[in-house]
DNA sequence: TATTGAGGAATTTTT
DNA sequence: TTCCTCAATA
């Protein structure tokens, strides 16, 4: 180890780097070198001689883990130190022990949209009403009790009152589902991990020796099954070193549990604890209001931000008449610090909401700023990119029914539903794979000679791509994409043919640069590992361009100017975020998060009108605005009309519809609980609850055909009755 | 079997 | 506004 990079550290950054033995707690709040201190301390156990090897660092993003790769290989021969995310960890893992988890290697990783069909296809194979039991719930539901490692046989014991009764058997019939298929969710990959650790000493054993030290960062961000399996895993040796901070934890919707770091101490009673409340990152105006905001969370551990740059910096509130004014604002400003020198790669723009970079977008093309959205899986949605992944999902796990249906009759090939649902029944009636019933398509009396001859045809298509599926994967890509007449069919359709088509080239240039850097380049694996791409993943740490970004996306990042946008109640916080105590304080945090990635300067705006869902709302300002302690933001201005006047509301009322033609609009009809209802297609009903939200009401309402609704008030015309 | 149109419902953050 | 599903029609 380096003695001048040594001498460089802070006294408390050295005691983490030096730690040797047993468990470490570092308490890291933003900008205080939590990243240099954790890649030092790669390179001090190597120094110390521990080998590569036996070293595991967990991160939680690909490009985090990627970056940390790099920097400690420039501290030192960290080569073999496996360095990556909780997720790619678990594939690994899965891979290695397929057998012992019970599981073929080869399995697909199945994405939402994968796993929405087979919660669909799990609801209707249950004999449920899709309306009653909405899938997106259900999934969510499922999501949950994997986080907290609750299989379909533990939750099927527990599952007492009717709903959980519906769900557990949705839960079990979606886990055959994907069984069948061959098939993990995001969530099966810790779950089964877990359980294999704690369940097969003889895997756990071989693990935890090879893994002798344990690192994870953002440990705040960690949920039940990652917490789990981490303890599993350091359990034998105790070398675990956690490092994060509870006031960034951003994401309990996710199952994430800020309970773990907060009980690391009670976990590992021998645990060294150092904290590193020095921040070289920011400006004293941004800690300054970054700390003031922070300390309105009543449920978290007090923490000093300490200021170490000496130089001022500046935080300022903007309103703007609507979205529209507010993007342009961001880009003349971003333009004028262009002007002045700044690299483009210094600045970011910050959001709530995906949709809310379009207005930005506009503003930057208008410009001329340049800039990249940060939204790598965007990317991997796309309809042609989808299909062509389906395709060699297809190749590697034949077993994959959702990517096999997706590609049966794309491009069309004459193969419709009644066919399709003819070979499916024949399949479950054999007990065959959908795959394997295609494979004797001839066989199947069922189908008529036509349909037949089709099946045969495309049948026979995969068997000549399936024939060379070894190797580099981009011209792999090219051949299928050739072969399976999808390039055929997107060529003459237009622009929007040119542009699928330049998608492809971009996935195909993807998969080039994946085969450059794989040690021994596979189709799974590179499927397996671009199912774990996260949008921050797509982020190009380039000096040409602004960032634009959501406040998620934005964790792990600093820049010296940072505008956060959107600064409205029911935004930021989020109005569907911000229901309880704990909702509205992880709003804070994500907020605070966005505020402490700010180097130099923070601009912090709202829009007076906003364009929401092609709806044009007042606002309010964000109780957030007035938290920060700033001299121009109090709350006990009054309010005046016609200018900036939102910080005049100590008490910010909900956002309230007002159309611009008419802004006087009647009082709104009362559906009062209880009251009686007339709608068009379901008839005669009973109000059971009313959100009262401005335009956006929801009615619950219990119709007399016995389904339970909830509609949304602009659209459900109901009438009294 | 493929395509079109109407009507209903839903709008956060992501490994 | 936009997406999705379902049913009618070519």
Redesign the pocket.
């Known amino acids: 180890m380096d003695e001048a990079l040594l001498a460089q550290l802070t006294s408390s950054q050295r005691k983490a780097v030096l730690h040797r033995d047993g468990p470490l707690l570092v308490l890291a709040g933003p900008g205080s070198g939590k990243t240099r201190v954790i890649t030092c301390r790669i390179a001090a156990l190597v120094d110390s001689g521990i080998r590569p090897y036996n070293i595991c660092a967990i991160t ?3 490009k985090a883990a990627e970056e940390m790769r790099q920097r400690a290989a420039a501290l030192g021969p960290s080569g073999g130190a496996h360095i990556s ?4 960890l678990c594939v690994r893992i899965l891979r290695r022990y397929a057998e012992a988890a019970g599981i073929r290697p080869n399995f697909s990783i199945y ?2 949209a994968d796993q929405s069909k087979c919660v ?1 296809q799990a609801v209707k194979d249950c004999g449920l009403d ?2 009653n039991f ?1 899938p ?1 719930r259900m999934l969510d539901a499922i ?1 949950t009790l994997k986080n907290k490692l609750v299989d379909a046989e533990a939750f099927q014991e527990r599952a007492e009152d009717f709903f959980s009764r519906t769900l557990s058997q949705v839960y079990t019939r979606y886990q055959q589902i994907l069984a069948e298929r061959n098939g993990l969710d ?2 099966d990959l ?1 779950m089964k991990v877990a359980f294999l650790l704690e369940n097969d000493s003889t895997v756990c054993g071989e693990l935890s020796s090879r893994f002798k030290f344990l690192l994870i960062d953002e440990y705040q961000d960690t949920n039940h099954a990652q917490y789990r399996l981490a303890k599993a895993l350091a359990l034998p040796h105790g070398n675990i070193c956690a490092t994060g901070d509870p006031d960034q934890s ?2 309990r ?3 994430a549990d800020i309970r773990n770091i907060l009980a690391f101490e009670k976990d590992w009673p021998e645990a060294m604890v150092v904290k590193l409340e020095e921040n070289f990152r920011s400006t004293a105006a941004i800690l300054r209001a970054a700390d003031s905001l922070i300390a309105r969370n009543t449920n978290r551990k007090q923490k000093a931000l300490v200021a170490v740059r000496t130089d001022e910096g500046r935080v300022c509130v903007e309103g703007h008449e609507d979205e529209a004014a507010e993007a342009d604002a961001v880009a003349r400003q971003v333009d004028a610090l262009l002007a002045q020198k700044v690299p483009a790669g210094q600045i970011a723009v910050f959001y ?4 809310m970079s379009r207005a930005l977008e506009e503003a930057f093309v208008r410009h001329r700023v340049p800039y990249q959205v940060v ?3 965007e990317f991997y949605n796309r309809k042609e990119i989808r299909d062509l992944l389906a395709y060699l999902k297809v190749l590697a796990n034949p077993a994959d029914e959702v990517a096999l249906l997706r590609i049966i ?1 794309t491009p ?9 649902d ?1 070979v499916q029944a024949f399949a479950v009636s054999h007990g065959l794979t959908l795959s394997q019933a295609l494979a004797q398509a001839d066989h199947v009396a069922e ?2 000679g ?2 037949r001859t089709k099946l045969v045809a495309f049948s026979c298509l995969l068997d000549k791509l399936r024939r060379d599926i070894v190797g580099p994967v981009a011209p792999l890509a090219e051949r299928v994409f050739r072969e399976s007449g999808l390039e055929q069919s997107f060529k003459g359709t237009g622009q929007d043919g040119q542009d699928a088509l330049e998608n492809v080239g971009e996935l195909i240039n993807a998969a080039a640069a994946y085969d450059q850097q794989a040690a021994e380049p596979s189709l799974l694996d590179y499927l397996q590992q671009i199912a ?6 797509a982020y190009e740490a380039t000096s040409e361009r602004a960032a634009l ?5 934005a964790k792990g990042l600093e820049f010296d100017h940072v505008f956060i946008i959107g600064l409205e109640d029911g935004l930021l916080p ?1 109005e ?2 911000s229901g309880d105590g704990d ?1 509205l304080e ?1 709003e804070r945090r ?1 907020f605070f998060v966005g505020v402490t990635r700010a180097r130099i300067n923070l601009c912090l705006s709202y829009a007076r009108y906003r364009t929401v ?3 044009f709302l007042r606002t309010v300002a964000s109780p957030f605005l007035f938290e920060l302690g700033l001299d121009s933001v109090t709350p006990d201005d009054e309010p005046e009309e016609d200018q900036d006047v939102f910080f005049g509301y100590s008490r910010p009322p909900r956002s309230v519809a007002v159309s611009r033609a008419a802004p006087a609009r009647p009082a709104e009809p009362e559906f009062a609980p209880g009251q009686l209802v007339r ?4 008839g005669l009903g009973r109000v059971r609850k009313y959100a009262d939200m401005g335009a ?1 009401s ?1 009615v619950t309402v219990q119709f007399n055909t016995g389904q339970t ?4 008030l ?4 109901l009438t009294r009755v």
């Open positions: 939680f993003t690909n995310t909780f997720h790619s994405d939402s669909k899709g309306t909405p997106a999501s995001f969530d810790l951003i994401y919707w996710r199952g709530r909401v995906n949709a939204r790598g899986v009759n069309t090939r004459g193969i419709g539903k009644v066919t399709v003819r189908v008529s036509a349909a774990l791409f996260s949008d921050t993943d970004m959501t406040l998620h996306a989020h569907r975020g909702e992880e994500l869902r092609g709806q709608h068009k297609t379901f956006n929801v609704k909830s509609l949304l602009q659209y459900a015309n």
